[in-house]
């Protein structure tokens, strides 16, 4: 029943921009956090941002002031608009969710989406 389902990735150039959907079934938004994860090929995944209930918003440091996490409660989706992408943003992006609190510690997460790819690249 519980559902995460990434979509907005695919091949864009250093300096463009994605925007990054999850939508989540099975679970309220009032009542979790949801945050993004990335990997790329041999690197441990990466939390890269997280909103929690309260609309409370973390990013790692490596993307602060580009990207920005957003919720649609009616929708039960959460964006990751990505901008002024660099190639060390390639990776696979996943959607997570853990209850109430924010984190970016994949450890904190039990609940993993499939996840979509991001390529940057000239």
């Known amino acids: 029943q519980l559902q995460f389902v990434e979509s907005g990735g695919g091949l864009v150039q250093p300096g463009g921009s994605l925007r990054l959907s999850c939508v989540v079934s099975?679970?309220?938004?009032?009542?979790?956090?949801i945050a993004w994860f990335r990997q790329a090929p041999g690197k441990a995944r990466e939390g890269v941002s997280c909103?929690?209930?309260?609309?409370?918003?973390i990013y790692t440091d490596s993307v602060e002031g580009r990207f920005t996490i957003s919720r649609d409660i009616g929708k039960n989706t959460v964006y990751l608009q990505m901008n002024n992408l660099e190639p060390d943003d390639t990776g696979v992006y996943y959607c997570?969710?853990?209850?109430?609190?924010?984190?970016?510690?994949?450890?904190?997460?039990?609940?993993w989406g499939q996840g979509t790819q991001v390529t940057v690249a000239s």
């Open positions: 997570a969710a853990r209850s109430l609190a924010c984190s970016l510690y994949e450890s904190a997460f039990s609940r």
């Open positions: 099975g679970l309220s938004l009032d009542s979790y956090a």
């Open positions: 909103v929690s209930p309260g609309d409370y918003t």
